[in-house]
C-alpha cells in the first residue's frame, strides 16, 4: 500500500504510483491553526476533500466528515487505482453527494472548510455562497492566490509541445484568484481573517490564500445541516 503521501513515484509493491506531496505545506499548517483556534471545534465537514484525506491531520475536532460527489473511485483498493482504501481512516464519515444538490444527506458541523476546491468550480460563486448561508459558526476557504493562467503561459506551452502533457492546472476553472474576486463570490461578505501563504520553491505558483469567516449565516450559532 501506499505508506507515505510524497512528491514524486513510490513503490506500492507492484507498481509506481505518482501522488503529491502536501503534508509539510506551510498553508496546511495555517489551516491546522485556524482550525486549532476554533472556538467551536466539536464538528467538521471538509467539502470536496481529496484523497488521503486533509483531516487526516486534525486532531483537536473529534467528528470528522469529508464530502465530495467522486467517492466511488477513491474505495477502490491501491492495487487498482493508486489511492488507499477509506477503512483506513475510521474517523472519518465520508459522504458521496454533490455539495450544490439539494437531495444530498444532511450533516451537522460546527466548522465549514473547503480547501483548494474553488478554483474548480465554474459557478464559485453560488459554491461559496452556499457555503456561507450553511455555516453558522466558521467557514474557512483555501484557493490558489494571484497564479497565473497556465493556458496562456509560454512555458506551458512548450511543455505541451514537447512531451504532450497537459498545462500544470488547466483543470482550473479560475485563476488570478485574490482578494476582490473572493469578495465577489461570496457576495460582498468580508472575512474577519485573511492569510496570503506562501510556499518556498514553488515559483509563480508559491502562494496560496486562506480566508476565514465567523457566524457568516448570521443565525444563532448553532450546528446546521448541509442540506439547509
Known amino acids: 500500500m501506499v505508506v507515505a503521501y510524497r512528491s514524486g513515484w513510490i513503490s506500492t509493491g507492484e507498481k509506481p504510483v505518482k501522488v503529491d506531496r502536501r503534508d509539510s505545506m506551510e498553508y496546511y499548517k495555517v489551516l491546522l491553526q485556524v482550525i486549532d483556534s476554533s472556538p467551536h471545534r ?7 476533500s481529496g484523497f488521503p484525506p486533509f483531516l487526516r491531520f486534525v486532531k483537536s ?5 469529508v464530502l465530495a460527489p467522486y467517492f466511488a473511485n477513491y474505495a477502490r483498493v491501491v492495487n487498482n487505482t493508486g489511492f488507499t482504501d477509506w477503512s483506513l481512516y475510521p474517523d472519518h464519515h465520508v459522504i458521496q453527494a454533490d455539495f450544490m444538490q439539494a437531495e444530498m444527506p444532511c450533516v451537522s458541523f460546527d466548522i465549514v472548510l473547503c480547501s483548494q476546491v474553488l478554483e474548480h468550480i465554474q459557478d464559485a460563486g453560488a459554491f461559496m455562497q452556499k457555503l456561507l448561508r450553511v455555516a453558522p459558526r466558521t467557514v474557512i476557504v483555501s484557493v490558489p492566490y494571484k497564479w497565473p493562467n497556465t493556458n496562456q503561459l509560454l512555458e506551458q506551452r512548450l511543455r505541451r509541445f514537447i512531451t504532450g502533457a497537459p498545462p500544470k492546472v488547466s483543470h482550473h476553472k479560475h485563476d488570478d484568484i485574490d482578494e476582490e474576486t473572493l469578495l465577489r463570490w461570496s457576495g460582498g461578505r468580508q472575512p474577519d481573517q485573511s492569510y496570503v501563504v506562501r510556499e518556498e520553491g514553488h515559483g ?3 502562494r496560496r490564500i486562506i480566508q476565514v469567516y465567523s457566524n457568516p449565516s448570521g443565525g444563532d450559532g448553532a450546528p446546521r445541516t448541509l442540506c439547509s
Open 42 to 48: 466539536d464538528s467538521i465537514v471538509d467539502v470536496g
Open 61 to 65: 475536532v473529534p467528528s470528522k466528515t
Open 204 to 206: 509563480r505558483y508559491s
